[in-house]
């Protein structure tokens, strides 16, 4: 089974109250980088996720699984519970993760659940 890839956008900012020395999106993949150094998700930085008011912004995909959106992610404590979603979709059947296992943290992050892609073997399975 492909890896779980999860995008956090590294250009989001912090807050209008807090600051740093680099962004609030990169502060959130910094932070994720050491928690999910068990390789169990691929943790990938992108440029931006054009939801700059809803920042920080994240999103979860694996190919034949639901993709989550995230946003308003708080930079300086989103990383555990963020990793700990990205364990439970990576062990989860299409990503389902039960809503009663998610943090509260996650559940008021998700903007968005997409359906999974269909591939061409599920495309020409329904066509028949």
Do not use: W
Not at 28 to 36: E, K, P, R, T, V
Not at 41 to 53: E, K, P, T
């Amino acid at each position: 089974m492909t890896q779980p890839t999860l995008f956090v956008c590294a250009l989001c900012k912090f807050p209008a109250a807090e600051t740093g020395d680099t962004t609030g999106g990169q502060h959130l993949i910094n932070q994720l980088a050491s928690q999910l150094e068990d390789g169990t998700v691929n943790l990938q930085s992108v440029r931006c996720m054009a939801a700059c008011d809803r920042a920080c912004n994240a999103a979860l995909s694996a190919p034949g699984k639901l993709t989550f959106i995230f946003n308003d992610l708080a930079p300086h404590q989103a990383a555990p519970d963020l990793a700990e979603f990205c364990r439970q979709y990576a062990a989860a059947g299409m990503g389902k993760v039960p809503y009663g296992l998610r943090s509260p943290a996650i559940k008021q992050a998700t903007a968005y659940v997409l359906p999974p892609l269909v591939t061409e073997a599920v495309e020409g399975a329904i066509a028949r």
